[in-house]
């Protein structure tokens, strides 16, 4: 097994990139059936999102747009369950098909606070899409329509997300150490 070292932590490999590429295109293939004709607007969360957002989008054979906000709610390995920010939607999405694209849905509460906001404009449909779900950490049920992986409930890094600003860099996901869970 290939380990990384962040800051004080280990990271185990949990998916390889080759693992990673094949959901996206998959994925991306769902989506391309989906909204063939609909021209939907992608709204990608950053800032962890924005590496299967591009990949994903490279793989839309479909008219499609795209835009991305800055929600975070997330510091540290445990989810301190505050918003703090919500920049860039600068898009009227009245009357428009909407795909959330999310790297990781956790405790569900950054949808869950992020959704009202998004349905008040009414878009004539609203999908999500994320590429990890922690399904056993849900606190906050959301709707979502497209699942990359179901995960266990341990903190993850690479692939555009972060342990304290490092790993988003790596082409793999990772796991922390059974050594370093607290
Ligand atoms: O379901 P939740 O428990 O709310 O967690 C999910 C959120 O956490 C991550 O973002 P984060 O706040 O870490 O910001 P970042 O993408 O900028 O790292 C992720 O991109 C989601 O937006
Ligand atoms: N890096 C990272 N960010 C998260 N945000 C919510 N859950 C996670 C996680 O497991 N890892």
Do not use: C, W
């Amino acid at each position: 097994m290939t380990t990384v070292k962040l800051h004080d932590k280990t990271f185990d490999t949990y998916l390889s990139s080759e693992t990673i590429q094949q959901k996206v295109a998959e994925l991306a293939g769902i989506l391309n059936k989906e909204y063939a004709d609909r021209r939907p607007l992608f709204i990608a969360i950053l800032n962890g999102s924005f590496m299967f957002a591009s990949d994903l989008f490279k793989h839309l054979t479909i008219d499609a747009e795209i835009s991305f906000i800055k929600l975070a709610s997330y510091r540290g390995t445990k989810s301190t369950g505050r918003i703090i920010t919500a920049i860039g939607l600068e898009d009227d999405l009245f009357d428009r098909d909407v795909v959330i694209l999310e790297d990781i849905v956790d405790t569900g509460r950054t949808l869950h606070e992020f959704l009202p906001k998004l349905h008040h404009q009414q878009p004539k449909s609203l999908k999500i899409v994320t590429l990890l779900h922690k399904a056993e950490a849900t606190q906050f049920p959301i709707p979502i329509d497209h699942v990359g992986f179901s995960i266990p409930d341990k903190f993850v890094v690479g692939y555009g997300l972060d342990y304290d600003g490092l790993g988003r860099n790596l082409k793999e996901i990772y796991q922390l150490a059974e050594k370093d869970i607290e």
